[in-house]
T-cell receptor, first 110, second 118 residues
Framework: GIQVEQSPPDLILQEGANSTLRCNFSDSVNNLQWFHQNPWGQLINLFYIPSGTKQNGRLSATTVATERYSLLYISSSQTTDSGVYFCAVASMNRDDKIIFGKGTRLHILP | NAGVMQNPRHLVRRRGQEARLRCSPMKGHSHVYWYRQLPEEGLKFMVYLQKENIIDESGMPKERFSAEFPKEGPSILRIQQVVRGDSAAYFC???????FGSGANVLTFGAGSRLTVL
């Protein structure tokens, strides 16, 4: 099945810093989503982005489907950005099964 | 719209008992996913269901685990004869895909059910 790798696994930043999180996947996809799991365990959908670029406030994401990666950018980090960021994909051949990467754990220091 | 509702939020069972976790999808959503998350780990796919139909259960353990999504009522994840290794958070997500499989498969998650097996 499709493999999803996220990097870095852990990231500690000072408030106000910018960060780039990466998601590599091993097969063509027709579905890619970024999620934020906050310290209380809630999972929030940030972007549905199988290709192209989207922006929402301080967050933006770009997926280059032909090169099998996606990037999540967080600018001017705030302590509330802390948590785990997951990339989830569905293979073009198995478009119903959505697989998660292991996540990037982000800790923003005040 | 109340979102995806999961209950119970916390469930404690002794080894050998049964656990039933319920998930009511968002209004208008007819597809449900179940994932398991162990502490400090990612989400592992378990099963994907449409009303009255299991689409993909390749992530379900072969024994003791079952899932259903009846025509009426919530989706149920059932774990029989629980063992300590079943202790985890179980998340349900729903998708607005229609019954023909059309539409963007964008997931909305519930708050999760945390199972503790003593």
């Amino acid at each position: 099945g499709i493999q999803v790798e996220q990097s870095p696994p852990d990231l500690i930043l000072q408030e106000g810093a910018n960060s780039t999180l990466r998601c590599n996947f091993s097969d063509s996809v027709n579905n890619l989503q970024w999620f934020h799991q906050n310290p209380w365990g809630q999972l929030i959908n940030l972007f549905y982005i199988p290709s192209g670029t989207k922006q929402n406030g301080r967050l933006s994401a770009t997926t280059v489907a032909t090169e099998r990666y996606s990037l999540l950018y967080i600018s001017s980090s705030q302590t509330t950005d802390s948590g785990v960021y997951f990339c989830a994909v569905a293979s073009m051949n198995r478009d119903d099964k959505i697989i998660f990467g292991k996540g990037t754990r982000l800790h923003i220091l005040p | 719209n109340a979102g995806v509702m999961q209950n119970p939020r916390h469930l404690v069972r002794r080894r050998g008992q049964e656990a039933r976790l319920r998930c009511s999808p968002m209004k208008g959503h007819s597809h449900v996913y179940w994932y398991r998350q162990l502490p400090e780990e990612g989400l592992k796919f378990m099963v994907y269901l449409q009303k009255e139909n299991i689409i993909d259960e390749s992530g379900m353990p072969k024994e003791r685990f079952s899932a259903e999504f009846p025509k009426e009522g919530p989706s149920i994840l059932r774990i029989q004869q629980v063992v300590r290794g079943d202790s985890a958070a179980y998340f349900c997500a729903s998708s607005p895909r229609d019954r023909f499989g059309s539409g963007a498969n964008v997931l909305t998650f519930g708050a999760g059910s945390r199972l503790t097996v003593l």
